[in-house]
Nanobody
């Protein structure tokens, strides 16, 4: 079955760090641009970061720029999001998704919950 599975979410204090993972199943991971999105309660889905197939092109949303780092390991068919200096505003369900060429997202994971609280 073709799917994306996020992991690594949890409860963390403000100022701490957390690393999320997204593992691909059933397709050739290296052929797809990968993205992280998040959705907080009562808010619309927000772009977090993206990374091209080779990792040469990376983009971040303004709210996370300078604090989060997106990486990928094609050999392990995995996507990562290193989150540093977490704020209460970062609390959300984090999702990974894929795109290819000019086509939009056609596959999403079920998400992993990140809670930032003291």
């Amino acid at each position: 079955q073709v799917q994306l599975v996020e992991s690594g979410g949890g409860l963390v204090e403000p100022g701490s760090s957390l690393t999320l993972s997204c593992t691909a199943y059933g397709f050739t991971f290296a052929l797809w641009t990968m993205h992280w999105y998040r959705q907080a309660p009562g808010k619309e889905r927000e772009f977090v970061a993206s990374i091209s197939r080779t990792g040469e092109t990376i983009n971040y949303g303004d709210s996370v720029k300078g604090r989060f780092t997106i990486t990928r390991d094609n050999a392990k068919e995995s996507l990562y999001l290193q989150m540093n200096r977490l704020k209460s505003e970062d609390r959300a369900v984090y999702y990974c998704t894929r795109t290819k060429d000019t086509y939009g997202s056609d596959l999403w994971g079920k998400g992993t919950l990140v809670t930032v609280s003291s």
